[in-house]
């Protein structure tokens, strides 16, 4: 199957389910927009994290900047599963060291829990509610990160 056939079925006509997937474009076809409105909403997604991760990664704690590395690649892809949540393990652990010798993140075991309980329940929120959990969690929480860097 070529690429552009292979986009076509599995993103743009919603071959897998958009409930399955955790990205902005999947967000924004869950709630019936148009395709292009998905591209460009991804397109600005992607381009923000590239331009916040490169300033996390000049400046922080280097727990801050691999979380914000593992959470900006999850947001920064147009198809990502609910199975690929699991790169979000790795930045909740470097988040939770931070918040142990820190105490400073806002709600910061709260919003860890949340984190940890995403892949448990983003497919059937999405389905049922049509609700992008995973999306808006994952995008939480590495604003939480950067403004935690102060970046």
């Known amino acids: 199957m070529g690429a552009g056939q292979a986009r076509q ?7 897998v389910g958009y409930a ?7 967000w924004l076809r869950l709630w019936q927009l148009p395709v292009w409105c998905a591209y460009a909403g991804q397109a600005i997604a992607a381009i923000l994290v590239i331009v916040l991760t490169i300033r996390l990664w000049r400046a922080g704690d280097p727990r801050l900047q691999g979380a914000g590395l593992c959470l900006g690649a999850l947001l920064v892809t147009p198809f990502a599963l609910d199975y690929d ?6 930045a909740i652990l470097l988040l939770a060291a931070y918040q142990i010798e820190h105490r ?3 709600f910061g075991v709260t919003s ?11 497919r059937g ?3 049922a509610m049509v609700l992008p959990l995973a999306s808006w969690s994952l995008a939480g929480a590495f604003f939480l990160t950067l403004k935690q860097a102060r970046c």
């Open 125 to 127: 929120l999405a389905d």
């Open 104 to 106: 400073r993140i806002p």
């Open 20 to 26: 399955k997937m955790v990205s902005v474009f999947a």
């Open 85 to 90: 949540l699991m790169i979000a393990a790795p």
């Open 112 to 122: 860890l829990f949340i984190l940890w309980l995403v892949p448990l329940f983003a």
């Open 9 to 15: 079925v599995i993103l743009e006509s919603g071959g």
